[in-house]
């Protein structure tokens, strides 16, 4: 019987993210034909993370939020008040992190380049500004920083993962420096954040995106606890005495997190094998 729950667990919620995409995506394209003078982020900010959100409840992801006080709608603004967009830092451990940063933050997300061929879900990420690339390809991790730019150019916010990959456990892994130095190039804020999540098949690992998904998709609740820092303005330090910063801050968030959990640090030990390449931080030119 438990098997049978499980697959039907699994079916649902693999009907269900069709559904809700095609319902919001629907609801997206409405909104840029009706929008009139407002421009396109704005559209794409206001359905991205129904979206998102959506996704989060059918997966059963119970979210504690802790760093948007006072924003509308509890979502952390992608622009700040100089109209430059932000880069919102995270620790990486699943592919539930994206959703997060999506339903908290507006962001653009940096995906796995094979992302981009999958049926609904590929168009849809670049509808709404996805940036992909192949961390296997210098010139495309050159390509999306060069697209990073012109988007905090815009004054939109950027989502990145400068760990590079997924990572069991708790422990932050050295930052590259890519973010830092984009941030540098535009004069942009970097809004440090903390995720953990109660569970520890959460977490990737060794194993094909399908079978995370799957996996991921097979349990019954998940919490996260989710800590938003004080953005760092940009200032007189070089990047990578600002990324040594950030990555202090960060580690600290993680625990924070944790203990919004009202549990201990994990350990490697606790959760699968990880250090699985999905590209989520491009090759730093």
């Given at each position: 019987m438990s098997r049978l729950l499980l697959k039907l667990r699994v079916a649902w919620r693999i009907l269900g993210l069709v559904a809700i995409t095609i319902g919001c995506w629907s609801g997206l394209?409405?909104?840029?034909?009706?929008?009139?003078?407002?421009?396109?982020?704005?559209?794409?900010?206001?359905?991205?993370?129904r979206w998102a959100g959506g996704l989060l409840w059918l997966y059963g992801v119970q979210a504690k939020i802790d760093g948007l006080d006072g924003f509308p709608g509890g979502v952390y603004p992608g622009v700040a008040a100089d109209g430059v967009g932000r880069i919102f830092v995270l620790n990486h451990r699943s592919s539930l992190d994206i959703g997060v940063l999506l339903t908290y933050a507006q962001a653009h997300a940096i995906s796995r380049h094979d992302l981009a061929?999958?049926?609904?879900?590929?168009?849809?990420?670049?509808?709404?500004?996805t940036l992909f690339v192949n961390?296997?390809?210098?010139?495309?991790?050159?390509?999306?920083?060069?697209?990073?730019?012109?988007?905090?150019?815009r004054g939109e916010g950027v989502g990145m993962f400068p760990e590079g990959t997924a990572f069991a456990g708790d422990l932050v892994r050295p930052f590259r420096p890519g973010?830092?130095?984009?941030?540098?190039?535009?004069?942009?804020?970097?809004?440090?954040v903390g995720?953990?999540?109660?569970?520890?098949?959460?977490?990737?690992?060794?194993?094909?995106?399908m079978s995370h998904l799957k996996r991921v998709a097979g349990l019954k609740r998940i919490r996260a606890a989710v800590v938003f820092g004080a953005p760092v303005a940009p200032d007189e330090r070089t990047p990578i005495e600002v990324r040594d910063d950030v990555h202090q801050q960060v580690s600290m968030l993680v625990q924070e997190a944790r203990a919004r959990l009202g549990q201990g640090p994990q350990t490697e030990s606790m959760v699968y094998r990880a250090g699985v390449p999905d590209a989520h931080e491009p090759v730093e030119k």
């Open positions: 394209e409405l909104g840029f034909l009706l929008r009139g003078r407002r421009k396109k982020i704005d559209v794409i900010n206001r359905w991205v993370p061929h999958w049926p609904l879900i590929g168009p849809g990420a670049r509808r709404i500004g961390r296997a390809d210098r010139r495309s991790g050159a390509e999306v920083l060069k697209e990073v730019d012109q988007a905090l150019a973010a830092f130095k984009a941030a540098e190039r535009a004069g942009a804020e970097i809004v440090p995720i953990a999540y109660d569970h520890a098949d959460a977490c990737y690992g060794e194993e094909s995106f």
